[in-house]
């Protein structure tokens, strides 16, 4: 029975951001008929869709369907334009990580190859513990 529920939440939501992607229609793009969709059809606003759990859910679908928009209205030329953008953008944070973790590093070890070794493995570092070892 709880299938039942989820179908009608996912008629609700689907019913509503069509009817507000219409009115959004005129504008340059639907994204923002999406944002719009999902406050007014939310548990705080009218409230048709209540349960936390389902709201959850179907935000990870409207999730996936507004980055298929984004890639829908993206252009492949204006990717190629932000390569360069990307790749300063990405090396800077990578060189910026590892410089801050070698002066942490220095600063508690001394040891300016350890510090440098542990500075690229720092993100490395972030996983999740609570699963088992």
């Not at 869709?49 to 959850?56: H, K």
């Not at 990870?60 to 980055?67: C, F, T």
């Amino acid at each position: 029975m709880a299938q039942v529920h989820i179908l009608r939440d996912l008629a609700v939501i689907f019913a509503g951001s069509l009817l507000v992607i219409l009115v959004f229609y005129r504008s340059s793009s639907r994204l923002p008929g999406f944002i719009v969709a999902g406050i007014l059809l939310g548990p705080n606003a009218l409230g048709l869709v209540s349960d936390p759990q389902d709201v959850e859910s179907l935000a990870e679908v409207g999730v996936i369907m507004l980055l298929f928009t984004i890639g829908i209205d993206s252009r492949s030329a204006a990717c190629g334009n932000m390569g360069r953008q990307i790749l300063v953008g990405g090396f800077s944070q990578m060189g910026f990580t590892v410089l801050a973790t070698l002066a942490v590093g220095l600063a508690l070890l001394g040891d300016w190859r350890l510090s440098l070794f542990l500075g690229f493995c720092c993100p490395l570092q972030h996983r999740d513990r609570s699963e088992g070892s």
